[in-house]
């Protein structure tokens, strides 16, 4: 029988809840540093390891258009307590089976059973609070979140280099384990009010929003943002392991790095929360543009790995100030629809940064520093493109 949560003991589920939130991040970058073993392990070229990253992203992304209307009309607890432990099995399978094939499948469930634990568990919030406390727990989800991509590829880079690829996979396993057990004990179905599930109301809604130009171009500024991060991702650690000749630990320290840049740009954005929106953006992608220019005229004459990790962390503190701020830019375009306009949002960039990032990491394959900034230097000059359409927007006389 599905337990019922109990709304007066709320300490241990929150906190469980507050540990599932970042389980996208760990999903993601844990094995980051292990891409380049991977490979080899496996026969397989790096852009078909890359597109594990890709499966994930794209299965988590298209999932969140839809899953938090069935959450809403199914509840809560039953799905997600079912993902975590479909998503424990991917992951022992993931490392015991050595086949890419059937890495591809298993990353496709992973990233269906993350979108609907992470959704279940930011609706947890909503069920359980209200008021102040709602809102002081919901601004700690970035925060929270951000510990995943910047905890995750550090731990990956010890346990590549001790104990192989596959145990970051079962770390995984492993972690879920031990919260699903501690979910089962502790946590319930906190839904108070079902809501009927109606396809075609959804996508009547998410027809109109697209239709908004300001949400439609805030949503490419949220790709352009977050694929300078998960390109790297996808090809810092072959630069680094392969063309420096280094430890996957070192790969790892370099992600951790620039995951706390990613960290830090968003702190920034909050700081000049008051400041005149698009001129802080729009005066955010021109440095990017600056940095990256000396980037690749640097990545000529002075290549090495302290160079290319200076340039990409100042890159990457400017993805993270403008994902910072486009993303509650998109949320607030429909205030009445906040939840569904959140799917969208989050459920759209996951899908197009997973296509840009693949055909670009194609395009310009993984080989050395010069490589890395024209990648960065393909997704800045984007930026500017729509940040100037943006702009020019918000110029115009409103009729």
């Known amino acids: 029988?599905?337990?019922?949560?109990?709304?007066?003991?709320?300490?241990?589920?929150?906190?469980?809840?507050?540990?599932?939130?970042?389980?996208?991040?760990?999903?993601?970058?844990?094995?980051?540093?292990?891409?380049?073993?991977?490979?080899?392990?496996?026969?397989?070229?790096?852009l078909q390891v890359q597109l594990t990253l890709t499966l994930f992203l794209v299965s988590y992304g298209v999932s969140q258009l839809f899953l938090g209307s069935v959450l809403d009309a199914y509840g809560r607890y039953r799905l997600s307590f079912i993902s975590l432990l479909v998503f424990i099995a991917a992951s022992v399978l993931i490392a015991v089976i050595p086949n890419i094939y059937m890495i591809y499948v298993l990353r496709i469930v992973q990233g269906i059973t993350v979108a609907i634990i992470v959704i279940a568990k930011r609706a947890y919030f909503v069920d359980v609070y209200e008021g102040d406390r709602l809102q002081h727990y919901l601004s700690m989800f970035t925060i929270i979140w951000s510990a995943g991509p910047i905890v995750a590829p550090f731990l990956g880079g010890y346990f590549q280099h001790y104990f192989g690829w596959q145990s970051n996979f079962l770390f995984l396993a492993g972690l879920a384990a031990v919260i699903a057990v501690l979910e089962y004990l502790y946590s319930g179905e906190t839904i108070r009010h079902r809501t009927?599930?109606?396809?075609?109301?959804?996508?009547?809604?998410?027809?109109?929003?697209?239709?908004?130009?300001?949400?439609?171009?805030?949503?490419?500024m949220l790709c352009f943002a977050y694929s300078m991060v998960i390109m790297y991702n996808?090809?810092?650690?072959?630069?680094?392991?392969?063309?420096?000749?280094?430890?996957?630990?070192?790969a790892g320290y370099c992600s951790l790095i620039l995951g706390l840049a990613w960290m830090l740009g968003?702190?920034?954005?909050?700081?000049?929360?008051?400041?005149?929106?698009?001129?802080?953006?729009?005066?955010?992608?021109?440095?990017?543009?600056?940095?990256?220019?000396?980037?690749?005229?640097?990545?000529?004459?002075?290549?090495?790995?302290?160079?290319?990790v200076f340039f990409a962390f100042l890159i990457h503190v400017g993805a993270g100030f403008t994902y910072n701020n486009y993303f509650a830019y998109c949320l607030g375009r429909f205030p009445k629809n906040a939840?569904?306009?959140?799917?969208?949002?989050?459920?759209?960039?996951?899908?197009?940064?997973?296509?840009?990032?693949?055909?670009?990491?194609?395009?310009?394959?993984?080989k050395n520093m010069a490589h890395l900034s024209y990648s960065y230097l393909v997704f800045i000059a984007c930026s500017l493109i729509v940040m100037l359409l943006l702009f020019n927007l918000n110029r115009q006389p409103a009729n």
């Open 339 to 366: 939840g569904m306009s959140g799917g969208l949002t989050g459920g759209l960039v996951y899908v197009i940064l997973s296509l840009l990032t693949y055909l670009v990491v194609a395009a310009i394959p993984a």
């Open 234 to 250: 996808m090809t810092g650690p072959f630069i680094i392991e392969h063309h420096f000749e280094l430890t996957p630990v070192i």
């Open 196 to 220: 009927e599930f109606k396809l075609k109301t959804i996508a009547g809604l998410y027809v109109e929003m697209i239709k908004t130009t300001t949400f439609s171009l805030g949503i490419l």
């Open 1 to 46: 029988m599905q337990p019922v949560f109990n709304h007066k003991d709320q300490r241990i589920p929150t906190i469980l809840a507050f540990a599932l939130l970042p389980l996208s991040g760990f999903a993601t970058d844990i094995y980051i540093p292990s891409l380049p073993s991977m490979g080899s392990d496996l026969h397989a070229t790096s």
């Open 266 to 308: 968003g702190f920034i954005g909050r700081a000049l929360i008051n400041r005149p929106f698009f001129s802080k953006l729009l005066v955010s992608v021109i440095l990017q543009l600056m940095v990256v220019a000396l980037m690749i005229l640097s990545s000529y004459y002075f290549a090495n790995i302290y160079v290319m």
